[in-house]
């Protein structure tokens, strides 16, 4: 098992929410604050501090990075988004009218790059799209039926479908066809006459437990979700009762699919979890972070009266896990590889560490996906 | 303080909140059929006790457990026949009963250990302690986690 590129962004500071450039140079994080850093890979290898974006005034909890046209969008609890525009020598922020009274929690670019959505507290999506003729990124409302905060959001392959998870428990599919920048077209599975804020779908767990992410298939014929009662629920189509994988461990806070047929999530585990399609079934298929044993922590009297000698300690408070990241995971993101066959995947977390997982040699390799 | 006792919804321009825990999903209906239901399988649990039959005992508890908010005294007479399976268990059975149940089973009876542990005054917390200890290794933490978000308490 090679082992993952591990990156200390932050010290003692957790990282929000992290995106990568195009070609994997630059990356995007936002250090629980009200800024967003842009970094750059060094020479050494390292991640070097190149800008600081600051013009949000409430901590930044979405950022996305457009690979094609390079532009960056950011959402924060200052209920404002910004659309960021390289020209050369710095990033041009634009505002974008989100019109929403509670902070927004999550920010996604559809996939032609031409709209972008933004979840928030305010029971509603707010879906963005420039308008040539104002030279200004306005917003659509999507409301019905939300009853509570949208925690996630994922737009379907095709660009006009999207996905959102909310903390009213549900996993919803809605429409966000915009008259101008999409062409009308429907889907076998999710419905036909499409017009803008038509539901396509609206999925709940039995026991409850409020979504944390969503995602779209490759295909986007199937919808995932992971949500807090530590479960894994895909639902394929409209009209599907979803499958669910309960796990042994604690609540998965963000998932992506790898392939058609697998799907990887990280959460207050500490290590990313493989689950995969088998035969008929979803399963787990196990942890992909092995962990090292660390050098067992001595906890005889005389290791604490050493200590308290040495190091003038009175306990050993450093509590230090097996895995990688010493602390939950909040953000997963694909990293190398297609969207139906994702290779690397990259992960950050409250440690304020972003790693680099290579999902071929994470000791599942030997697994047939 | 006085603006905490603000009901801050009610200049929202928008609707307001709306109680559906009555009508969230998977809650059971206050009726006779369910009353009944639960006195069978009662009666039932009995007879596979009296036979020593634990295992079959435990499972048939477990079966259908009246959930939600309404239905306190059917919930109260079921915890109390789950109660007593898990009560019959030998400690050195335990393991092997809670490995014979599949996931959903063990997360109802999950609800129902810590359901025990919530009235001590009538049910024994060391019993529940032991099905506790297994039902975790055998399920893990997630059992736990699903006992807290899960809304049909029962």
Known sequence: ?369 | MAHRKVNVDQYADEDIFVDENQTAQGSTAVSAQTEADVDARAGEVRNYLSRGDTPAAVIKALENPPAGREVTAVKDKNTATVMSALAAARSTDILAIVKSLDSKQTDVLMKYIYRGMASPELYNAAVLLAWHEKTVEVAGLGSIVRVLTDRRTV
């Open chain 1, 1 to 369: 098992m090679s082992s993952p590129e591990v990156y200390q962004l932050a010290i003692g500071t957790p990282i929000t929410c992290h995106a990568f450039n195009k070609d994997r140079t630059q990356l995007a994080v936002s250090p629980n604050s009200n800024d967003v850093e842009i970094y750059q890979k060094g020479r050494t290898g390292q991640w070097e501090l190149l800008h600081t974006l600051a013009k949000h005034d409430r901590m930044v909890t979405g950022i996305d990075w457009a690979p094609n046209t390079n532009r960056l969008v950011t959402c924060s609890q200052d209920r404002n988004a910004y659309v960021w525009d390289w020209d050369g020598k710095k990033w041009e922020p634009n505002l974008c009218l989100l019109r929403i009274n509670r902070a927004a929690t999550f920010v996604q670019w559809s996939p032609k790059e031409d709209k972008f959505a933004v979840a928030s507290g305010a029971r509603l999506i707010s879906v963005c799209y420039f308008e040539q003729e104002n030279n200004w990124w306005v917003s659509k409302h999507i409301k019905k039926p939300i009853r509570s905060t949208i925690t996630s959001i994922a737009w379907h392959p095709d660009n006009m479908l999207l996905a959102a998870g909310s903390t009213d428990m549900k996993a919803r599919v809605f429409s966000a066809y915009i008259k101008g920048v999409d062409s009308p077209r429907t889907y076998p599975l999710w419905g036909e006459k499409l017009p803008f804020n038509t539901l396509c779908g609206e999925f709940g767990s039995e026991g409850g437990g409020w979504v944390h992410s969503v995602g779209f298939s490759p295909s986007g014929d199937s919808v995932a979700w992971v949500s807090h009662d530590s479960t894994l629920s895909i639902a394929h189509g409209r009209d599907s009762v979803p499958v669910e994988v309960p796990t042994g461990g604690l609540p998965l806070v963000s998932m992506i699919w790898t392939s058609e047929t697998s799907i990887v999530a990280v959460g207050h585990d500490c290590t990313p979890f493989l689950f995969a399609l088998r035969g008929q079934q979803w399963e787990v298929i196990g942890k992909l972070d092995q962990g090292q044993k660390k050098a067992a922590a001595s906890s005889s009297a005389f290791k604490m009266f050493q200590q308290m000698d040495s190091r003038a300690q009175q306990q050993n408070n450093e509590v230090e896990l097996n895995t990688t990241h010493q602390n939950t995971i909040t953000c997963v993101r694909a990293y190398a590889g297609s969207p139906d066959h994702v290779t690397k995947f990259s992960t950050s977390g409250v440690d304020g560490k972003l790693v680099i997982w290579d999902l071929l040699s994470s000791g599942m390799a030997g697994l047939s996906i």
